[in-house]
């Protein structure tokens, strides 16, 4: 890992969590057994994802 990439992914773990997006990762972490940690990682994994009409265009292509 590059030193960009180690500073990038230091500032994301120290950045504050909005409250909308810690309330619904506590909401996902009790409806699916998981911590609100890993709740919080997937929700932010998938905010960070192409929309799938994106993706499939690209296909189409």
Do not use: S
């Not at 773990?13 to 972490?29: F, K, M, T």
Request: charge should be positive; glycine fraction near 4%.
């Amino acid at each position: 890992m590059g030193k960009k990439a180690k500073q990038e992914a230091k500032q994301a773990i120290e950045a504050p969590v909005e409250g909308a997006l810690e309330r619904e990762a506590a909401y996902y972490a009790r409806k699916f057994g998981l911590t609100t940690e890993e709740a919080l990682r997937m929700l932010k994994e998938a905010r960070t994802m192409k929309p799938l009409a994106d993706v499939a265009d690209a296909t189409k292509r």
